[in-house]
């Protein structure tokens, strides 16, 4: 699943990959996928594509975007994007397939569910591209903690570190991935309220946004996801699906899987107790 750090790595390996090639030929849907989001009619994407030459690639959020002459390509959620060389073979169940005037290529291929859009205009109509697009990224120093007390006064108090971390676009791109790690790493559980937080463990928590998220970028994505060359991420996630059965890393402890808030978190029993109901630290 494309979220922050994986975003930004993938964007960066276009940037530095493909600038200059120009699309020979483009073919949609070449393995029809149910939960293949398209904007339009996929259709007509070869005819907007095709002649045209890749301009830039960047991140917003958990987007990527792909700037081909006029148009622009917007990637989100679980693509996978893969580039290779004429002598490399593109993996067949693709929706996307992109092949440029020297042969080599770029493929998007939907996991659960995912994003393929063309525009020739800068698809504004899409709240959360454009929410991803305003929206101050954690990597930035215009993500500081003075933004960070304010997206907290912006929610009701009875909110879960987990609901006011990773849903409703608060923080674009950080998703129930990234956000294990963070929690994880300020010693703080999914489902505890945020009025149980006090204002130095508020202060752990914004420390571990920041810092997380630009390791995950800096080490080119977590190891559960794969870049635009299909090699893992450098990131080694301390929870993860990979990892929750081991013990854990800070501890030695249990680390306890469950599902909450659509999709699993993990936690660990000790480093990340739940506080009753009432407490106040
Ligand atoms: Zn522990």
């Keep these: 699943m494309l979220e922050l750090p994986e975003a930004q790595t993938i964007a960066r390996q276009l940037q530095e990959t493909l600038p200059g090639r120009v699309v020979a030929h483009v073919k949609m849907n070449a393995h029809p996928h149910k939960f293949a989001f398209y904007h339009g009619d996929p259709d007509l994407y070869p005819d907007m594509l095709t002649s045209s030459p890749i301009l830039q690639a960047e991140a917003h959020g958990g987007h990527v975007k792909l700037t081909v002459g006029p148009a622009q390509l917007v990637v989100?959620?679980?693509?996978?994007?893969?580039?290779?060389?004429?002598?490399?073979?593109?993996?067949?169940?693709?929706?996307?397939y992109m092949e440029f005037n020297d042969g080599s290529w770029l493929t998007g291929s939907v996991q659960m569910y995912g994003f393929l859009r063309v525009t020739s205009d800068d698809l504004l109509d899409d709240p959360y591209y454009r929410t991803a697009t305003e929206?101050?990224?954690?990597?930035?120093?215009?993500?500081?903690?003075?933004?960070?007390?304010?997206?907290?006064?912006?929610?009701?108090?009875?909110?879960?570190?987990?609901?006011?971390?990773?849903?409703e676009q608060r923080i674009p791109g950080l998703g129930n991935g990234v956000l294990q790690d963070v929690l994880f790493r300020s010693?703080?559980?999914?489902?505890?309220?945020?009025?149980?937080?006090?204002?130095?463990?508020?202060?752990?928590?914004?420390?571990s946004v920041k810092e997380t998220l630009r390791l995950m970028t800096d080490q080119g994505g977590r190891d559960t996801e794969k870049d635009l060359f299909g090699s893992q991420?450098?990131?080694?996630?301390?929870?993860?699906?990979?990892?929750?059965?081991?013990?854990?890393?800070?501890?030695g402890g249990t680390i306890r899987k469950e599902a909450y808030l659509g999709g699993s978190v993990y936690s660990c029993v000790s480093c990340q107790a739940l506080e009753p109901v009432g407490s106040t630290l």
């Design 187 to 207: 010693g703080i559980h999914p489902r505890t309220p945020v009025r149980q937080l006090g204002a130095s463990r508020l202060d752990n928590l914004y420390a």
């Design 135 to 167: 929206k101050p990224s954690p990597l930035t120093a215009a993500f500081d903690a003075a933004y960070f007390e304010s997206l907290l006064r912006e929610i009701k108090p009875s909110l879960s570190a987990k609901a006011f971390l990773a849903t």
């Design 76 to 96: 989100s959620d679980g693509v996978n994007l893969r580039h290779g060389s004429r002598d490399e073979r593109p993996p067949s169940k693709n929706q996307l």
């Design 233 to 251: 991420g450098g990131y080694m996630t301390l929870l993860s699906s990979k990892t929750y059965k081991d013990p854990c890393p800070e501890c």
